[in-house]
């Protein structure tokens, strides 16, 4: 595989003498070539693939600042914008072309009122997509509040939308039991909608030397005709096919806790957890030989992540990092008879595991030099999984499901670098 990406970006901004005017105006552009090799496929001499993305955005935004605004200080954003997202793919070894361009003209206006106590934000975005027939109005609001200096009370809703558009990881093709699988879109598909809601509070307080501060959120997402991948099926040609539909609709929930801790510059402490629960509306039928599934797939119902530095001396820093993740469901798919006799893998029916707990726990040390004024020379080190908290149990061999793939990305792994600063 060969990959190369080429980009640059230009931004001119303006503020006027009496800081109440500013005006940003920017622009960027991205070009990415790919060759890449898939797999023998039909044609051993005919699986090379070639994909160019071009991409290009500008806009402008203008934010004006006023004293009073009928009852609050306020600032007042207005913005337009434009992407386009060239896009060409071949896969001559599987004949799927793809030959896409993506247009979207977008206007945004929002006024956020706010002083110390209270802050109001009531704003909207306007997007026409060249693959959607409707312009889409996307809402948001806001509302904080804070009764006394260290607490900070805040409402929130936000939405959005997701075209029907092919995204870079319908470009890429499984292996599943020796078959190649890949993903097309229907061709009916409509852009999915979401509409979130969420509520915090936001506590700091001092004990003596210890600083604390504690966050504990709620939040609501409601999904319709929401992105599904249907049931496998042979094309033809012994390629498999999962096509991209919209479903009935889907629920996101949750309360996320989080809190720091510090003790003067010595130590710093973070943690967060988030207790989520995603559902379909309906079952989803993914696969003949599986049954059908409420709870979306690759999201666990906790997770969460912690970081701690200590610093017992100047030039010297330990930290501490981990990721929690809970179980949950991911695909397997099947392996066939024939395909088994094949390869090192028995047959199996496709089928949903409940994937084991993690708990990716990394430490590093880290020790800084002077080395001549300004100049600092970093050593440090330090350890990735510390417990080898990984996957155990991959697939492998020519037959293998090439996307059954969970868990931390890396096994245990022992790292080192230096530093120069100045």
Known sequence: MQHSIDGGSLKFDYFSPDEKNRLSIFASAANTDRDSYYGPGNDPLKAYGKTTDLTAMGGAQYVHTFDKCFFMPSDLTAGLEY????????????????????????AFLQNEWKNDRWGILIGGRLDKHNMVDN?????????????????????????????????????????????????????????????????SADMYHRFGVFQTNFLIEGFYTRLTDVFVLGEPYDRGDGILVKTRSNGPGAKVMGLTLEGKVAYLSILQIQAGLTLQRSRYDEPHKWHDDAPAEKKIFRTPDTYGYFTATY????????????????????????ITAENAELGAMPERKAEAIRTPRFFDLGVKLAYDFKLYKTVDLQLNGGVQNLFESYQKDFDRGANRDSGYIYGPSLPRSFFAGVKISY
């Open 83 to 106: 992407n386009r997202d060239r896009l060409k793919d071949n896969m001559w070894g599987y004949d799927r072309h793809t030959d896409q361009t993506v247009n979207i003209y977008s």
């Open 135 to 199: 312009v889409i109005f996307s809402p948001r609001a806001n509302l904080r509040f804070n009764p006394t200096q260290n607490i900070n009370l805040r409402l929130s809703y936000s939405s959005g939308f997701r075209a029907p558009q092919a995204f870079d990881e319908d470009m890429h093709i499984e292996n599943v039991g020796g078959t190649v699988a890949m993903i097309e879109r229907a061709k009916n598909l409509k852009e999915e909608k979401s509409q979130s809601f969420s509520a």
């Open 311 to 334: 610093t017992p001396i100047k030039p010297l820093s330990i930290a501490l990092s981990g990721t929690y993740t809970g179980r949950m469901l991911v695909q397997r798919m099947d």
